[in-house]
């Protein structure tokens, strides 16, 4: 079991590497199963050369890499959904997780992984090594889960890669707001999850979803590196492209008929990106995909952007009684973006000692510099020339 | 694989329970003994008497230590145990969670060292 997993690994994520080094240049091979396993075959030989390996080990690795059988696509698609699978297994912290999806999957350097998370080097180093252990001591399956856990472990996987993309986009931390490195492993990986299981419409919805938010990327940060908000983007930059793409991923999507949180967070990111003005923004639907979100996915966050959906489709005063509850029920005390959106709804409606108030709390919450220094723009907006 | 099953959970509401309680609670772990004996999982448990009848040992410096009570004090104590045979954590986790007290309590599933 354990042998399988680490001989795995070792080729196959070689060989994925090169695919995405070469894929979005060369374009994806007719055959990209046999292109895979051809590469990976190479690869486990040259090294297996250089180090002298033994006939048995030899042996071995060669069942892996496809080596003496018909290159099939399907067993390389079931190798690549078992890492997956393996990689993401609920048993691993989640840190471990990502980092190990990151490395087997997208073949990032321990380096490079450190330093998207900032961490040292030596914490990543330790933290993989710590979750292979644990996938060899505590037998891990290296395999896609049975019928019966495959829901809930499909969850996780999303769940990985959507955590991922949003590090790299929202940047929690630190000075870059946007890791673009990030985010492009994440629509990658889940681009490869949509080939492997064409029959989840959530991992389409997951792949439209971030297609639908990177479009946005290079109107999100101004020249400075602040945050712009949707309403003061500068739409002509978004990335037709990708907004195509990932409209069409999500109509495929809801085309399979079962709903999920991805594909209505999906749907809300569509709302924006097909308006050409702000003012041409749907926000009714949005208001409604929000609802609909909270049935699905019930969150105080969720609640919170339904009430900035709310204020924009029937006016702030709407939208403050609801952060109203929500500042009452008291799940969000100590989240930033509660204080920033009372203070945003307080500024529109002219409450203007209220909205400084609020940007003061927001900013003594805030943990990204780029977001800091929109509150503190902002601030200044609402106490100048009162 | 072997694995050892923990089960934790509240003593004192353990010890609260009615007699019609504890007999329920008893069938189940007969049914659960059943099931997974059958299946040739099992490999050995037993239930294990409150905290409240425990002894720690430690030997400091060749010098014998006893005391009351348990190795430390934590809201949930471990009432029982199973060591079970599985061929990876996916079918131990599955074993964890037919444990009766997993609806109440926690199980945690270790590894044995395989010596």
């Given at each position: 079991m354990a042998g399988d997993w680490d001989l795995a690994e070792e080729c196959a994520q070689d060989a994925f590497a090169r695919a995405l080094e070469r894929w979005p240049d060369d374009g994806v091979p007719t055959n990209p199963g046999a292109w895979l396993t051809t590469v990976a075959r190479?690869?486990?030989?040259?090294r297996l050369r250089r180090a002298g390996?033994?006939?048995?080990?030899?042996?071995?690795?060669?069942?892996?890499?496809?080596?003496?059988s018909t290159a099939r696509s399907d067993e390389i698609a079931d190798d690549r959904l078992r890492l997956i699978f393996t990689c993401c297994h609920p048993a691993l912290t989640v840190d471990a997780q990502v980092a190990l999806t990151l490395r087997t999957l997208a073949g990032l350097t321990t380096t490079e992984i450190a330093r998207a998370f900032l961490v040292s080097d030596e914490t990543m180093a330790k933290r993989l090594v710590r979750a292979k252990a644990k996938i060899r001591h505590a037998a891990i399956p290296y395999r896609v889960p049975p019928g019966h856990l495959l829901p809930e472990r499909t969850t996780a996987v999303l769940g990985v890669l959507y955590l991922l993309f949003n590090e790299g986009y929202s940047a929690t931390h630190g000075a870059q707001m946007i890791r673009r490195d990030l985010c492009a492993e994440a629509i990658r990986l889940a681009r490869l999850l949509v080939e492997l299981m064409p029959d989840e419409p959530e991992a389409r919805g997951l792949l439209a979803l971030m297609l639908l938010h990177d479009a946005r990327r290079a109107a999100r940060v101004d020249a400075a590196g602040d945050l712009v908000t949707l309403d003061e983007q500068d739409r002509a930059t978004w990335d037709a492209g990708e907004i195509a793409e990932g409209l069409a991923t999500l109509e495929s999507a809801l085309r399979q008929r079962r709903t999920g949180p991805y594909q209505v967070q999906a749907a809300i990111a569509a709302c924006h990106d097909s308006a050409a003005r702000p003012e041409d923004t749907d926000w009714h639907e949005i208001a409604l995909l929000y609802?609909?979100?909270?049935?699905?996915?019930?969150?105080?966050?969720?609640?919170l952007n339904r009430a900035v959906a709310v204020a924009m489709a029937r006016g702030p005063e709407a939208g403050l009684d609801l952060v109203d509850q929500l500042d009452a029920a008291g799940t969000l005390t100590g989240y930033h973006l509660l204080a920033a959106t009372r203070a945003d709804l307080l500024r529109r409606l002219d409450r203007r000692d209220e909205a400084a108030a609020a940007y003061r709390e927001a900013?003594?919450?805030?943990?990204?510099?780029?977001?800091r220094r929109y509150l503190q723009r902002r601030l200044a907006e609402v106490t100048a020339s009162a | 694989m072997k694995y050892l099953l923990m089960i934790y959970g509240d003593e004192a509401s353990?010890?609260?329970?009615?007699?019609?309680?504890?007999?329920q609670m008893m069938a189940a772990y007969d049914k659960f003994g059943e099931e997974y004996g059958a299946k040739g999982v099992l490999r050995g448990g037993e239930r294990l008497r409150p905290t409240s009848d425990a002894t720690t040992?430690?030997?400091?410096?060749?010098?014998?230590?006893?005391?009351?009570?348990?190795?430390?004090?934590?809201?949930?104590?471990?009432?029982?145990?199973?060591?079970?045979?599985?061929?990876?954590?996916?079918?131990?986790?599955?074993?964890?969670?037919?444990?009766?007290?997993?609806?109440?309590?926690?199980?945690?599933?270790?590894?044995?060292?395989?010596?």
């Amino acid at each position: 079991m354990a042998g399988d997993w680490d001989l795995a690994e070792e080729c196959a994520q070689d060989a994925f590497a090169r695919a995405l080094e070469r894929w979005p240049d060369d374009g994806v091979p007719t055959n990209p199963g046999a292109w895979l396993t051809t590469v990976a075959r190479h690869r486990a030989l040259d090294r297996l050369r250089r180090a002298g390996v033994e006939a048995a080990k030899y042996e071995e690795m060669v069942v892996v890499s496809g080596e003496g059988s018909t290159a099939r696509s399907d067993e390389i698609a079931d190798d690549r959904l078992r890492l997956i699978f393996t990689c993401c297994h609920p048993a691993l912290t989640v840190d471990a997780q990502v980092a190990l999806t990151l490395r087997t999957l997208a073949g990032l350097t321990t380096t490079e992984i450190a330093r998207a998370f900032l961490v040292s080097d030596e914490t990543m180093a330790k933290r993989l090594v710590r979750a292979k252990a644990k996938i060899r001591h505590a037998a891990i399956p290296y395999r896609v889960p049975p019928g019966h856990l495959l829901p809930e472990r499909t969850t996780a996987v999303l769940g990985v890669l959507y955590l991922l993309f949003n590090e790299g986009y929202s940047a929690t931390h630190g000075a870059q707001m946007i890791r673009r490195d990030l985010c492009a492993e994440a629509i990658r990986l889940a681009r490869l999850l949509v080939e492997l299981m064409p029959d989840e419409p959530e991992a389409r919805g997951l792949l439209a979803l971030m297609l639908l938010h990177d479009a946005r990327r290079a109107a999100r940060v101004d020249a400075a590196g602040d945050l712009v908000t949707l309403d003061e983007q500068d739409r002509a930059t978004w990335d037709a492209g990708e907004i195509a793409e990932g409209l069409a991923t999500l109509e495929s999507a809801l085309r399979q008929r079962r709903t999920g949180p991805y594909q209505v967070q999906a749907a809300i990111a569509a709302c924006h990106d097909s308006a050409a003005r702000p003012e041409d923004t749907d926000w009714h639907e949005i208001a409604l995909l929000y609802e609909e979100l909270s049935l699905l996915a019930p969150s105080p966050v969720v609640e919170l952007n339904r009430a900035v959906a709310v204020a924009m489709a029937r006016g702030p005063e709407a939208g403050l009684d609801l952060v109203d509850q929500l500042d009452a029920a008291g799940t969000l005390t100590g989240y930033h973006l509660l204080a920033a959106t009372r203070a945003d709804l307080l500024r529109r409606l002219d409450r203007r000692d209220e909205a400084a108030a609020a940007y003061r709390e927001a900013l003594g919450l805030v943990g990204g510099d780029a977001e800091r220094r929109y509150l503190q723009r902002r601030l200044a907006e609402v106490t100048a020339s009162a | 694989m072997k694995y050892l099953l923990m089960i934790y959970g509240d003593e004192a509401s353990l010890a609260a329970l009615s007699p019609e309680e504890g007999a329920q609670m008893m069938a189940a772990y007969d049914k659960f003994g059943e099931e997974y004996g059958a299946k040739g999982v099992l490999r050995g448990g037993e239930r294990l008497r409150p905290t409240s009848d425990a002894t720690t040992v430690r030997v400091r410096n060749g010098q014998l230590a006893t005391a009351d009570g348990p190795y430390a004090e934590t809201k949930e104590q471990i009432g029982g145990y199973f060591v079970i045979e599985c061929d990876n954590l996916d079918e131990a986790i599955g074993v964890a969670a037919a444990v009766p007290a997993a609806h109440v309590g926690t199980v945690e599933v270790r590894p044995i060292w395989d010596m």
